[in-house]
């Protein structure tokens, strides 16, 4: 019994890292196929497991998060700080691109047009306030994201149908998921 609940917290782990945010332990419980039991079993190994490092479950009622230890706060601000000066880089430009022609798109969507994992990218755009997340209204546990005013603003346009040749690259998005499937 104890091999597969060290097991699950790792599982839990890796999904919480994977996501990149809270998630719920209904969500948990049922993309790990166990009950509630053997989840906060899980979940209480994870915890002491956790102990050590640079992260730490930090856990409300019905949400888990896998969130950097308060300690190191000003080193990642300091991070952060740097992170939001330097230029974008090609694969940001990328995402970016995908967001602007294609919002509301899920990660998953811009992840399968790059072919890559593109989360740390949707990350690193939504800390500069270029993009931000918002909720599938059709499925609760899908993020979407959408350009924010700020971006628009500083491209200097009114609403993304003003980018340059916004219909003829938002029918070659659509033509290259099509013909991905």
Same mark, same amino acid.
């Given at each position: 019994?104890?091999?597969?609940?060290?097991?699950?917290?790792?599982?839990?782990?890796?999904?919480?890292?994977?996501?990149?945010?809270?998630?719920?332990?209904?969500?948990?419980?049922?993309?790990?196929?166990?009950?509630?039991?053997?989840?906060?079993?899980?979940?209480?190994?994870?915890?002491?497991?956790?102990?050590?490092?640079?992260?730490?479950?930090?856990?409300?009622?019905?949400?888990?998060?896998?969130?950097?230890?308060?300690?190191?706060?000003?080193?990642?601000?300091?991070?952060?700080?740097?992170?939001?000066?330097?230029?974008?880089?090609?694969?940001?430009?990328?995402?970016?691109?995908?967001?602007?022609?294609?919002?509301?798109?899920?990660? !998953?969507?811009?992840?399968?047009? @790059?072919?890559?994992?593109?989360?740390?990218? =949707?990350?690193? $755009?939504? #800390?500069? /306030?270029?993009?931000?997340?918002? !909720?599938?209204?059709?499925?609760? @546990?899908?993020?979407?994201?959408?350009?924010? =005013?700020?971006? $628009?603003? #500083?491209? /200097?346009?009114?609403?993304?149908?003003?980018?340059?040749?916004?219909?003829?690259?938002?029918?070659?998005?659509?033509?290259?998921?099509?013909?991905?499937?």
């Amino acid at each position: 019994m104890e091999s597969s609940v060290i097991q699950l917290d790792r599982k839990i782990e890796a999904l919480l890292f994977m996501k990149g945010e809270p998630m719920g332990i209904a969500e948990l419980m049922k993309l790990c196929s166990v009950g509630e039991g053997e989840l906060e079993m899980a979940i209480a190994e994870l915890i002491t497991r956790l102990e050590a490092g640079a992260t730490r479950l930090t856990r409300t009622e019905d949400t888990v998060a896998l969130t950097t230890k308060p300690e190191l706060y000003e080193f990642l601000q300091e991070v952060l700080k740097l992170e939001r000066t330097e230029p974008l880089t090609k694969s940001q430009l990328e995402v970016l691109s995908i967001v602007l022609y294609e919002h509301p798109v899920s990660a !998953a969507k811009v992840e399968y047009v @790059r072919g890559v994992n593109s989360r740390y990218r =949707i990350r690193a $755009l939504m #800390l500069r /306030g270029l993009i931000e997340r918002k !909720a599938d209204e059709n499925d609760a @546990r899908v993020s979407l994201y959408v350009p924010t =005013i700020e971006l $628009l603003q #500083l491209l /200097g346009i009114t609403d993304v149908t003003r980018l340059p040749d916004y219909a003829l690259i938002k029918d070659k998005l659509a033509a290259v998921v099509q013909d991905k499937h």
